[in-house]
């Protein structure tokens, strides 16, 4: 008996390994606030658009990334996106990042089956944006006017989007 | 074009939340008379000890929206997770017990532009049982009121965050969890009672997250905040039937409905409604014990109920568990 709930437990801590979730911290452990690394990339859009980051910034204030993957927590969030944000900072471009859809008729057909055909979609055909900013399910991603990434994290409640789109006005 | 891309990537983190939380309700395996028609992982008032092995197939179909409306997945896509879970229960007296549950989780995931598999331990979850009952309260006729007395059990459960989560140091994509990355405590109360060949069941459970400091997303170092997801909620009822063959052998159908929630959650403190989720399922199950009751064999068939209302903000899964339980002393 004891030697079961021995092996239990110490298989337990040998799964577990070190796992920073069981001992969280709050410490800041950012290397910097603003990355000053201007990044630039081009996405295909379901409207068969070719969007290039350069030249969206030349007519926008900052460029707004939301990656989804049409999942439920995406679906809320493209909600309030399109709701909360997109009407009120009108001189800011938002484009959604599909980087499970493999194609622009696949992304096309998720747009308009979880319907926001009012959204700008951006295909990540080969995954180079997603790489670029290690983008995954709700990484919302700001880039200022000149190139610079002022945001890249989840998006949580949208709070954090919301300061950082006070700041640039 | 399309871009296979075979990085670790795996089941998101919703997906997987919604895995875990039902994972912890139906963890099955023996009852107050033993059998095999409860719905915890639990000793019968006789049994000193339990190992369990279960494995849960879950398929993913669609999900609820925030108006509770279904949605389909995208075309082309296939999600399943796997999950095996080794449990242990031991029992401490004629009224106290405890069991521990470990789950090993496989996220596979399929989209037309992306592939993953991923694999790791998931949160492990450890309850301690009460039993406010005496004696067996399996009965095959009832000869005076004191008959009807069911089994109640109270319970008090903690989920450890041991699995993989979008906080945590390995997850480097939302396809890689295998945690939700949150302590939580859980309360129980189970009632339970059999009159020969019937057994009905009521199960609440009520959980609380604890609140954590985050600084990092996936990897990702972010501005520290603290989060906590919101309360739990579970409720469960089944009715069984067993039946008997001639060496007393017994095998058991139960069906079962249940409904599980979470309510808002909190970011440094303010209100996140968009932590909200609502699960409603139905199962099946059919369990077979030997007369000894040494061994018990289950196989489960967890189906979301798929119309519109029925869930919120989560996804429409089915999960097929087959388990079998060893008692001894």
């Given amino acids: 008996m004891c030697l079961i709930k021995r092996n239990l437990l110490l298989l337990l801590f040998c799964l577990s390994g070190c796992s920073s979730d069981l001992l969280p911290s709050d410490k800041d452990i950012r290397t910097s606030q603003v990355d000053e690394q201007k990044v630039s990339f081009r996405l295909q859009t379901t409207q068969g658009e070719l969007l290039e980051s350069q030249t969206l910034l030349e007519s926008a204030d900052a460029l707004v990334l939301y990656f989804t993957m049409w999942c439920p927590v995406c679906d809320s969030h493209m909600s309030q996106l399109s709701r909360q944000f997109i009407p009120v900072y009108g001189n800011m471009r938002f484009v959604v990042v599909d980087y499970v859809s493999g194609s622009v008729s696949q992304s096309l057909e998720a747009q308009r089956a979880s319907g926001f055909l009012g959204m700008t979609i951006g295909v990540d055909l080969d995954n180079e944006v997603t790489r670029t900013f290690r983008g995954t399910m709700a990484t919302v991603v700001v880039i200022n006017k000149e190139g610079r990434l002022l945001l890249n994290e989840d998006y949580k409640d949208g709070a954090r989007l919301k300061q950082v789109l006070d700041g640039l006005l | ?329």
């Avoid at chain 2, 092995?53 to 108006?67: I, K, M, P, Q």
């Avoid at chain 2, 067993?242 to 309510?263: I, K, P, Q, Y």
Wanted: a negative charge.
């Fill in chain 2, 1 to 329: 074009m399309k871009a296979k891309n075979v990085s670790p990537l795996g089941l998101p983190q919703l997906l997987l939340s919604a895995t875990l939380l039902v994972a912890s309700g139906n963890t099955w395996a023996a009852s107050c008379c033993g059998g095999g028609s409860g719905s915890a992982l639990m000793l019968s008032k006789s049994a000193q000890q339990l190992i369990d092995l279960s494995l849960d197939v879950e398929t993913y179909h669609g999900f609820w929206n925030d108006a509770g409306a279904r949605q389909q997945d995208p075309q082309g896509s296939s999600l399943a997770q796997y999950r095996l879970n080794l449990g242990y229960a031991y029992r401490f007296n004629a009224h106290w017990q405890a069991s521990l549950v470990m789950p090993w989780v496989v996220n596979d995931t399929e989209y037309s532009g992306v592939s993953s598999t991923n694999n790791g331990l998931g949160d492990v979850s450890a309850t301690l049982w009460y039993e406010v009952f005496e004696n067996i309260t399996c009965v095959w006729k009832v000869n005076e009121l004191a008959d009807l007395k069911p089994s109640i059990y109270l319970g008090l459960g903690v989920v450890l965050p041991t699995g993989e989560s979008a906080y945590g140091d390995e997850a480097r994509t939302s396809f890689d969890v295998t945690g939700r990355g949150f302590y939580r405590v859980d309360t129980h109360l189970m009632l339970e009672k059999t009159l020969y060949p019937w057994t009905v069941t009521l199960q609440g459970s009520y959980g609380r997250y604890l609140e954590r400091p985050i600084n990092q997303e996936y990897g990702k170092a972010v501005a520290p905040y603290d989060k906590r997801l919101g309360d739990r909620r579970f409720l469960s009822t089944s009715l069984g039937y067993t039946w008997f063959d001639e060496d007393a052998n017994t095998l058991t159908l139960t069906g079962a409905v249940a409904d599980l929630r979470e309510g808002s959650g909190t970011l440094n403190g303010a209100t996140d409604p968009l932590a909200q989720m609502k699960k409603q399922s139905a199962s099946a199950t059919l369990a077979y014990a030997t007369a000894s009751q040494d061994w018990i064999i289950k196989g489960i068939v967890n189906h979301a109920l798929r119309d519109d209302h029925r869930g919120k903000r989560f996804p429409i899964t089915d999960v097929f568990t087959l388990e079998v339980s060893y008692v001894f002393d």
